[in-house]
């Protein structure tokens, strides 16, 4: 069975490269959205409409780790008291 450390070390890593893969591509689609051949109003309607969807798509993740968190913190608090 593989060690906790080398686990929480693995996960650590591909959440680090998860990050910067997003980022690298949202940042790419707003260089692709600079570059269009497309009216000024166009471009920023689609900038803010990707901010958008970036911004819900933070808020579920933050939502869903938040959860997480709290049902470790209860099931902690469960075994301490038991």
């Known amino acids: 069975m593989a060690d906790a450390e080398t686990a929480s070390q693995v996960s650590r890593f591909s959440i680090y490269l998860s990050l910067a893969f997003a980022l690298v591509g949202v940042g790419l689609l707003y260089v692709a959205i600079g570059m269009v051949d497309a009216p000024m109003e166009t471009k920023v309607l689609w900038a803010s409409g990707l901010s958008l969807m970036v911004a819900f798509g933070f808020v579920i993740v933050w939502?869903?780790?938040?959860?997480?968190?709290?049902?470790?913190?209860?099931?902690?608090?469960?075994?301490?008291s038991a």
């Open 63 to 80: 939502s869903m780790a938040r959860e997480a968190v709290r049902t470790i913190e209860e099931d902690l608090r469960r075994k301490g």
